[in-house]
């Protein structure tokens, strides 16, 4: 056992201890609370121009798949050059972007929302491989587990917080007030960001030609090919994206619209669904890590649980009976959504070589894009459709069955693979 292993930090110990990764968190708090401003406002405004399921649906089909179109060459540059210089550079175009958001004011400005969506979109591409490239490069092994999880319960916190003073601001103000403080966001966490001691652990130098980038995205799905453990792990985010995230993200939009309306647009209503799943997808990976600590079997039971949870979460959901249920049925899919991404990342960050892990995790979030776009153009078309809310999310909670069993039968007849750090060696 090394001596990581026998004096593994606390959150505050890591905090206070490692500067680099206090400027990466500090960025991430920032960054994430204007993300949901924006999420919020951008919903709550398509869905007062339109009045329609549909191009709520067609919002997110955009949030998704512009990631997906750019992965290609987003895990490339994450493997290939200063990860911290590309973060810092797609918060400045995020900033920028987000102003243009003020143009849009009257129904017929409803397709720049799309063009300006996809752009923010594309650029979190980049941004997010990038991000869960740094961890690993400012951590050591004793610490990576701490600040994957304290990483994952920010998201989550900030979820909450971020989604309730969004709802609330743009609730009562209006939605653009809401997009005026994620500009400022952006440019705050770029400045901390820039302020980041990092050195890059790249090695090999970076090729200048598009055909050697290419090359490499192909090589990175060669790896995959051959490690179907990894990829099974990595799916695990595709399968978020097509049956839960991206099934709930719209129909969250009309249940506070529709059913139970407070503030513009159910600015507000929508602003506490966010609050509720913030809060379970804070909690469950915490809970869940306690258990399964950095134990590779634990970690998958993990995962299967938190499949079940979400099944509980949208069946709950279904019943509409109000909106205190709603918001149980939110927490409760919270808590499901956050112990598959969390754990999942950390099963990931504990498997992967640092030469190919930009190009993993472009991969892995560019099937989270993709299915996510697939699900919520389809879930937008449900809710028009006979089907209506109710029974959209009892047809989602019978889908979330079938990943559920595939991961249980590899988990128990699969072929695992070692961490690094449980090699022979240790």
């Known amino acids: 056992m090394s001596q990581n292993d026998r004096h593994k930090p606390g959150y505050l110990s890591l905090i206070r201890g490692n500067r680099a990764f206090r400027y990466l968190w500090c960025g991430q708090i920032i960054s994430l609370t204007g993300d949901w401003f924006n999420l919020i406002a951008s919903a709550a405004l398509i869905a007062t121009l339109t009045q329609s399921g549909t191009a709520v649906g067609g919002?997110?089909?955009?949030?998704?798949?512009?990631?997906?179109?750019?992965?290609?060459?987003?895990?490339?540059?994450?493997?290939?050059?200063?990860?911290?210089?590309?973060?810092?550079?797609?918060?400045?175009?995020?900033?920028?972007?987000?102003?243009?958001?003020?143009?849009?004011?009257?129904?017929?400005?409803?397709?720049?929302?799309?063009?300006?969506?996809?752009?923010?979109?594309?650029?979190?591409?980049?941004?997010?491989?990038?991000?869960?490239?740094?961890?690993?490069?400012?951590?050591?092994?004793?610490?990576?587990?701490?600040?994957?999880?304290?990483?994952?319960?920010?998201?989550?916190?900030?979820?909450?917080?971020?989604?309730?003073?969004?709802?609330?601001?743009?609730?009562?103000?209006?939605?653009?007030?809401?997009?005026?403080?994620?500009?400022?966001?952006?440019?705050?966490?770029?400045?901390?960001?820039?302020?980041?001691?990092?050195?890059?652990?790249?090695?090999?130098?970076?090729?200048?030609?598009?055909?050697?980038?290419?090359?490499?995205?192909?090589?990175?799905?060669?790896?995959?090919?051959?490690?179907?453990?990894?990829?099974?792990?990595?799916?695990h985010k595709g399968m978020l994206g097509l049956l839960i995230i991206g099934f709930y993200q719209v129909i969250q939009v009309a249940i506070a619209e529709r059913y139970f309306p407070i503030g513009e647009g159910g600015s507000i209503s929508l602003g506490l669904i966010y609050v509720m799943s913030g809060i379970g997808s804070g909690i469950g990976p915490i809970l869940g890590r306690n258990w399964a600590r950095d134990r590779d079997r634990r970690l998958r039971l993990m995962i299967a649980l938190g499949y079940v949870c979400a099944i509980g979460g949208f069946i709950l959901s279904a019943t509409l009976l109000s909106f205190p249920v709603i918001l149980l049925g939110a927490l409760l899919r919270g808590v499901g959504g956050g112990l598959i991404w969390v754990l999942g990342t950390q099963l990931l960050l504990?498997?992967?070589?640092?030469?190919?892990?930009?190009?993993?995790?472009?991969?892995?979030?560019?099937?989270?894009?993709?299915?996510?776009?697939?699900?919520?153009?389809?879930?937008?078309?449900?809710?028009d459709s006979s089907l209506a809310v109710g029974g959209t999310l009892m047809l989602g909670a019978a889908l979330i069955t079938i990943p559920t069993a595939l991961w249980l039968l590899w988990i128990y007849f699969g072929k695992r693979e070692l961490a690094p750090a449980a090699a022979p060696s240790a």
């Open 59 to 235: 919002l997110f089909v955009v949030r998704m798949l512009a990631p997906f179109l750019v992965s290609p060459i987003a895990g490339v540059v994450a493997d290939r050059y200063n990860r911290k210089t590309i973060a810092v550079s797609t918060d400045l175009l995020r900033c920028f972007v987000v102003l243009g958001f003020l143009l849009v004011r009257e129904p017929q400005h409803a397709w720049l929302v799309y063009v300006l969506t996809a752009i923010q979109s594309a650029s979190q591409g980049f941004y997010f491989p990038a991000w869960n490239s740094i961890l690993p490069d400012i951590t050591n092994s004793g610490e990576l587990g701490i600040a994957n999880a304290l990483a994952s319960a920010t998201w989550s916190v900030m979820l909450a917080f971020g989604a309730a003073l969004g709802g609330l601001v743009s609730g009562i103000a209006g939605v653009y007030p809401a997009f005026a403080i994620d500009a400022l966001t952006f440019l705050l966490s770029a400045l901390i960001l820039y302020r980041m001691p990092y050195r890059s652990a790249l090695t090999s130098a970076a090729a200048t030609s598009i055909v050697a980038g290419i090359q490499q995205y192909l090589d990175g799905l060669g790896y995959l090919r051959r490690h179907i453990d990894t990829f099974s792990i990595a799916i």
């Open 350 to 383: 504990q498997i992967v070589p640092n030469e190919v892990r930009g190009r993993v995790f472009s991969t892995e979030f560019a099937l989270y894009s993709l299915f996510a776009a697939i699900s919520s153009g389809a879930t937008g078309w449900l809710i």
